[in-house]
């Protein structure tokens, strides 16, 4: 394969401008690039408009009409950080868990209430899962079908109350979604006629 000559490449640290197929103008500092697969990273500026975040674009040269060079750097790019591989083994290995966690109770046939419980619950506690339909926190307590807060089974103790004002804040919280969606319904209904 020949090398690429100029224009064909960038280096990383170049702030880069390119028009999409879609017409969507990116711009943003390049943080990677494959010369082969034409594939540029770009970090962009905040979708979320948090100052001290990025977003990361990939963008698939391929389908791009137009690209200017803002600013191109010549200088030798920074190290790479050093990555903990305990640390991301042991997060896949949990977000392995939490998803075989939800196909289970998919397949257990729990209830959409049930499966939103159980990751409300999870966030808080971890030790968190399912035995058949039940929701079982910590070892210590069970909730059973319909996931009220008076199905909460347990010893009486810390836990138990702590576990009952999880349920009891979720299901507020769910009944203010419905109250909100009921509205905005109804404003749509009322517009709709109008």
Known sequence: MATPGPGEYFSIGSHVSCL?????????EVIAFDYQTKMLTLKCTPSSGKPNLSDVVLVNLAYVSDVDVIT??????????????????????AEKEDKLSQAYAISAGVSPEGQQLFQTIHKTIKECKWQEKNIVVMDDVV?????????????EGSALGHVR??????????????????????????????
Do not use: M, W
């Open 20 to 28: 999409t197929c879609l017409g969507q103008r990116l711009q943003g």
């Open 72 to 93: 191109d750097c010549t200088g030798t790019p920074p190290p790479l950080a050093s990555l903990n591989f305990n640390k991301l083994t042991n997060r896949a290995r």
């Open 143 to 155: 909730i059973t079908p319909p996931y009220r807060v008076d199905n909460c089974r347990g010893k």
């Open 165 to 194: 004002k999880i349920v009891e804040k979720h299901l507020r919280d769910l009944e203010s979604q419905k109250s909100v969606q009921r509205a905005q319904q109804t404003q749509k209904d009322s517009a709709l006629s109008a």
